[in-house]
């Protein structure tokens, strides 16, 4: 299990049987939860300028989620989320596990967001696919949150300014930002996208492989298409995927975001 922050593409979801519990996203007050908010529609709203907002899964929530996957014949849960440090998911989903029916509820916070928490879950759901228990699992997701790094534009400084999940500090420019683990920092700030692009693959490429990458955007396909190519052609480069930066993620660092998420594989 895991929640909609994780951005996991849903060819992963149902390769590895993923049940994905949803963050609410308030758009202009209206709450709906983040999987029926429709990107394309949402990211016009972005441009409008809608005043967004988000909300992690309540304990009732997820406890309905533990009541589905032990009906289904669950007898462990790996319960993987977006690290306490961004969301108050982590700590709804302890409260809702002390009432599981099932004997196992492992909570996994990855002290990440986005597409790096979806890399957890997709080692971790590897690792169960192999046999392995819930609890080897979950330290397999938390190797790879404590290794796993980002690197991305922020499309809106002016919102995420205001949201204060991101800091972009004063100045102009395309700001680009860089994570390890749970750390954030700025890795400059560029004139064009195409500058943008080509620090990020410079920041890919200082990493040592064999590496799995993640190329995101919220609109804006020529940068991702154009940061693929180049992450595609770096040598320590083994695997790529895309995913779609969606509204939880989207509603802090605004339309036009692009970015990779990297781990060794």
């Known amino acids: 299990m895991t929640d909609s ?4 593409p849903a060819e992963l979801v149902t390769r590895f049987d993923v049940l994905v519990v949803p963050l609410t996203v308030v758009i202009d007050g209206d ?12 990211y016009a709203r972005l441009r409008c300028g809608a005043t967004v907002t988000t909300a992690a899964p309540s304990p009732g929530e997820l406890r309905a989620a533990y009541r589905e996957a032990a009906a289904a014949g669950a007898e462990e849960i790996l319960s993987i989320h977006v690290g306490s440090n961004y969301s108050a998911t982590v700590t709804a989903a302890r409260l809702a596990a002390a009432e599981a029916a099932v004997p196992v509820v492992v909570v996994v916070d990855t002290m990440t967001a986005s597409f790096v928490e979806g890399c957890c879950v997709w080692r971790a759901a590897e690792a169960l696919a192999r046999g392995e228990s819930a609890a080897t699992a979950a330290e397999r997701a938390r190797a790879v949150a404590a290794e796993a790094g980002s690197v991305f534009t922020v499309g809106e400084p002016a919102r995420a300014r205001r949201s204060g ?12 930002l860089g994570t390890a683990g749970p750390e954030m920092f700025e890795i400059g700030r560029v004139d064009t996208a195409e500058s943008a692009v080509e620090a990020m693959v410079r920041h890919v490429a200082s990493r040592p492989g064999p590496l799995r990458v993640g190329i995101g955007h919220a609109d804006a396909p020529t940068a991702a298409d154009a940061l693929e190519r180049a992450l595609h052609a770096l040598p320590q480069v083994h695997e790529t995927v895309r995913y779609v930066v969606g509204p939880s993620v989207a509603a802090h660092t605004g339309v036009g975001t692009v970015g990779a998420v990297f781990h060794r594989i």
């Not at 922050?5 to 996991?8: G, I, S, V």
């Open 5 to 8: 922050n994780a951005m996991l």
């Open 31 to 42: 709450a709906r939860p983040e999987p029926e908010v429709e990107p394309g529609w949402f």
């Open 165 to 176: 999940r991101v800091e972009v500090g004063d100045g102009s420019g395309v700001v680009v």
